[in-house]
């Protein structure tokens, strides 16, 4: 197991496409949200944890999940979680933890990863994590792993790679928002277009030498506080500093300024278990398309649903097509699959009715 690689899981978004199961006392990423026995964080956790000791696995997270954290995975030390006292996005807490790795080891290559992420085959991704790290320690690149698209997906952003390149790593030619149909259904058929996963890895020099480049601001911010990190004073200048950074994504502040960024095409199947139907689709499902997590199910004249119970209780569902069904203690939730973008906006509607206590 090598001592210099680093990962820095993200585990701070409260995941409200995934309402009611995930809230913002008890986000998604914190539940078995497949009924497999391991939560979201526990299986990236572990699957990080093969490639490297776990005490080189920061989790990035907000204060207020802290002990859910600590509770779930024993294995690290409170040190190594690193909380964010106000909401900034990717790029301050990635550039955070990049300087608090630099400065334990300056050798150090990291990897970025979403918390919340499904990967079935963790193999096919151990390799390409390793490929991408003997790319990152030979050369000054900002890597990032792309996931060839299956359908023209309007719900992700897409990187463009430079075509011609044999290589398994191709320079990126530019990274494209979250296009609409038609764009989409170009970008499938060009063939170079990967879709964006969210999957970092660098050396921790080619990344902070990259924020001093092209977020200079964001970069003497932090630099201020490298006494104080991995000492007890590091709490403090967090507190009194985090909040000063600028509210920016990593993709924003750094990978689409640099033009020392590459992408390796993923081996691995891949789902960022964004809504219902994202893990609807990740399921075994019965004959009719029908899947359940956790319930005994008792389904008549019923198919494409999405059934998830907190508990395993029956559930009887008879005449009802491409639903979502959620069970939960306090809430159930009965739902049409193809307005489930608009579960973000009935939260905002349950809150205006009922305050917080559902939310």
Excluded at 34 to 42: A, D, I, M, P, Y
Excluded at 168 to 184: G, I, L, S, W
Excluded at 315 to 323: A, E, H, K, N, R
Aim: negative net charge.
């Amino acid at each position: 197991m090598n001592k210099d690689y680093y990962a820095v899981i993200m585990a701070g978004g409260i995941g409200s496409r995934f309402w009611p199961v995930s809230t913002t006392e008890f986000p998604k990423q914190f539940h078995d949200m497949l009924g497999t026995g391991q939560t979201l964080l526990q299986r990236t956790f572990s699957r990080l944890n093969k490639l490297m000791p776990s005490e080189n696995i920061l989790i990035l997270t907000n204060e207020r999940y802290l002990s859910l954290t600590m509770e779930q995975l024993p294995e690290i030390k409170e040190q190594q979680v690193v909380m964010e006292p106000a909401m900034r996005n990717t790029a301050p807490c990635i550039l955070l933890a990049a300087m608090k790795i630099q400065k334990e080891n300056p050798n150090a290559l990291m990897l970025v990863a979403p918390s919340d992420h499904w990967i079935e085959d963790e193999e096919a991704f151990a390799n390409d994590v390793q490929t991408c790290f003997d790319a990152c320690q030979r050369n000054d690149y900002l890597m990032t792993l792309g996931i060839p698209p299956t359908f023209p997906n309007t719900g992700y952003g897409y990187i463009e790679a430079e075509e011609g390149s044999r290589s398994p790593v191709q320079k990126v030619k530019q990274f494209r928002e979250k296009p609409d149909y038609e764009t989409a259904k170009q970008f499938v058929d060009a063939g170079n277009f990967l879709w964006n996963a969210g999957i970092f890895l660098w050396s921790v020099k080619s990344i902070t030498d990259a924020f001093e480049k092209h977020n200079p601001v964001m970069h003497a911010l932090f630099s201020e506080g490298k006494p104080a990190y991995n000492t007890e004073e590091e709490e403090l200048f967090i507190q009194d500093n985090y909040g000063k950074a600028e509210n920016i994504s990593i993709d924003y502040a750094i990978m689409e300024k640099a033009n020392n960024v590459y992408v390796k095409q993923a081996s691995f199947d891949w789902n960022d278990l964004g809504t219902w139907g994202a893990l609807h689709e990740e399921l075994k499902k019965d004959d009719a398309e029908n899947a359940v997590v956790r319930a005994y199910s008792h389904l008549e004249d019923a198919e494409g649903n999405m059934i998830y119970s907190a508990t395993k209780k029956l559930i009887v569902v008879d005449g009802l097509s491409d639903y979502i069904v959620v069970d939960k203690e306090d809430v159930l939730l009965i739902f049409p699959k193809k307005k489930e973008q608009n579960i973000k906006n009935l939260l905002n509607e349950i809150k205006s009715k009922f305050g917080e206590k559902y939310t």
